[in-house]
C-alpha cells in the first residue's frame, strides 16, 4: 500500500474527463479532470462514515451512530432524512458557538463513554460538550505510517526510537507508536486531555514507563528541549488553528507554525528522522505545508489531504491537511 497522498492520474484508464467546466474555451478536446492528492485511508474496524452533507455527518463508532456537524459536507446527502432520524443514537444540537449538547435517540441505550478498537490500541470514545469524541478517524493513515517509520527506525538504529507527540489530545497517535516500539513524549496543555491520554495507554495495557507525560504548552516545550540539547528520531504535530497554553500562552497557527517547524528540526537526530504535520480547518494548502517541510533539509516531503471514505461510496469527507518529511539516512 503506498503511503503517500494519491491524486488521480489523468493519464490512467478509466481516468474521468472533463467535457465542459474543466476544458478552456476554444479547446478541441476537453481537459482531464484534476483532483486533490489525498493521503490513502486507513479502515477502521470499529469505524463507518454511514453519510455526509448538509453540515453534518453520520457514522458509526463502536456499537453506537452518532450524528454531529463537520462544515466541511457542504453537498447533499446521500441517505433520506428518515434514515438519519432512524440510525443515530446521539446527535448532536448546537446551542452556541462554543459548543452544545447531545440527545439520545428514543429507546437507544448509549453510556457516557465506550472504548473501540483501533488496530493495536484500545481507545476510550466519549462524546463531548464541543461535539468531539476523543477521536480523529482519519488520523488513522498518520498512526500506520508512523509505526512503520519506528519499526525501520528500530531495525537501523538497533534502539528504541524516541518520538515527541506535540499537541497529543487524547494520545492515539502515542498509544499506537508506543505499541509499534517508539518511546514516546507525550505533550498537551489540557488537563483533561492528559487525563484521557493515559486512560487510553491503560487501556491498551502499556506499562507505566511507557510515555513520558508533560501537561505544557507545545512551543514553550520544544523551545526548552532545543536547550537542553534533546533529540528526537520523530516528531509528530497536530496543533489545532488556535488555542491557549496552560499559562495563558496563545497559539495562533498562521502565526506561529513555521518558527515551530524550524524548532522541530533542531531537535533531529543527525540520521534517520521523520515529521509529520497535520491540521484541520486552517486557511492554508498542501503547499504550503509541503513548502516548510522541505526546510527541514535533505528529505522526502509528501503533502495532501486528509480524507474519510462514506461507506459504500467513492465520496470522500476531507479532514484537514497534512505533510510528511522523511529522512532514510
Given at each position: 500500500m503506498s503511503s503517500g497522498p494519491a491524486p488521480i492520474d489523468p493519464q490512467a484508464s478509466g481516468a474521468p474527463e472533463t467535457?465542459?467546466?474543466?476544458?478552456?474555451p476554444g479547446d478541441?478536446?476537453?481537459?482531464?479532470?484534476?483532483?486533490?492528492?489525498?493521503?490513502?485511508?486507513?479502515?477502521?474496524?470499529?469505524?463507518?462514515?454511514?453519510?455526509?452533507?448538509?453540515?453534518?455527518?453520520?457514522?458509526?463508532?463502536?456499537?453506537?451512530?452518532?450524528?454531529?456537524?463537520?462544515?466541511?459536507?457542504?453537498?447533499?446527502?446521500?441517505?433520506?432524512?428518515?434514515?438519519?432520524?432512524?440510525?443515530?443514537?446521539?446527535?448532536?444540537?448546537r446551542e452556541s458557538d462554543r459548543g452544545g449538547r447531545w440527545e439520545t435517540r428514543a429507546g437507544a441505550d448509549v453510556p457516557d463513554s465506550w472504548t473501540i478498537d483501533c488496530g493495536d490500541a484500545r481507545l476510550l470514545v466519549r462524546p463531548t460538550p464541543f461535539k468531539?469524541?476523543?477521536?480523529?478517524?482519519?488520523?488513522?493513515?498518520?498512526?500506520?505510517?508512523?509505526?512503520?517509520?519506528?519499526?525501520?527506525?528500530?531495525?537501523?538504529?538497533?534502539?528504541?526510537p524516541r518520538l515527541l507527540n506535540l499537541f497529543a489530545y487524547t494520545g492515539a497517535a502515542t498509544v499506537l507508536?508506543?505499541?509499534?516500539?517508539?518511546?514516546?513524549?507525550?505533550?498537551?496543555?489540557?488537563?483533561?486531555?492528559?487525563?484521557?491520554a493515559r486512560e487510553n495507554a491503560e487501556l491498551t495495557g502499556l506499562p507505566g514507563d511507557a510515555v513520558r507525560w508533560i501537561q505544557d504548552?507545545?512551543?514553550?516545550?520544544?523551545?526548552?528541549?532545543?536547550?537542553?540539547?534533546?533529540?528526537y528520531h520523530g516528531v509528530l504535530l497536530d496543533p489545532p488553528p488556535y488555542g491557549r497554553g496552560p499559562d495563558g500562552e496563545k497559539w495562533q497557527f498562521e502565526e506561529q507554525i513555521v518558527e515551530l517547524v524550524s524548532r522541530v528540526g533542531a531537535l533531529l537526530e543527525d540520521g534517520p528522522a521523520f515529521v509529520v504535520l497535520s491540521c484541520y480547518a486552517v486557511g492554508t494548502s498542501p503547499l504550503a505545508f509541503a513548502n516548510m517541510l522541505e526546510e527541514l533539509g535533505p528529505g522526502e516531503v509528501e503533502a495532501g489531504e486528509l480524507a474519510l471514505p462514506h461507506e459504500g461510496s467513492s465520496r470522500l469527507l476531507p479532514a484537514g491537511l497534512?505533510?510528511?518529511?522523511?529522512?532514510t539516512d
Open positions: 467535457s465542459g467546466a474543466g476544458a478552456r478541441d478536446a476537453a481537459a482531464p479532470l484534476l483532483r486533490p492528492a489525498v493521503f490513502p485511508t486507513v479502515a477502521l474496524a470499529d469505524h463507518a462514515l454511514l453519510d455526509s452533507g448538509h453540515g453534518e455527518k453520520l457514522e458509526r463508532l463502536g456499537p453506537h451512530v452518532l450524528r454531529r456537524p463537520d462544515p466541511q459536507a457542504m453537498w447533499s446527502p446521500a441517505l433520506p432524512p428518515s434514515e438519519w432520524d432512524a440510525r443515530a443514537d446521539l446527535v448532536f444540537v468531539h469524541v476523543g477521536l480523529f478517524p482519519e488520523q488513522a493513515t498518520n498512526w500506520a505510517w508512523t509505526a512503520d517509520r519506528v519499526r525501520e527506525l528500530a531495525d537501523a538504529t538497533g534502539e528504541r507508536a508506543s505499541r509499534a516500539g517508539a518511546f514516546v513524549t507525550h505533550v498537551d496543555s489540557s488537563k483533561p486531555a492528559m487525563r484521557w504548552d507545545a512551543p514553550t516545550f520544544v523551545g526548552r528541549e532545543v536547550r537542553r540539547g534533546k533529540r497534512c505533510g510528511r518529511w522523511n529522512r
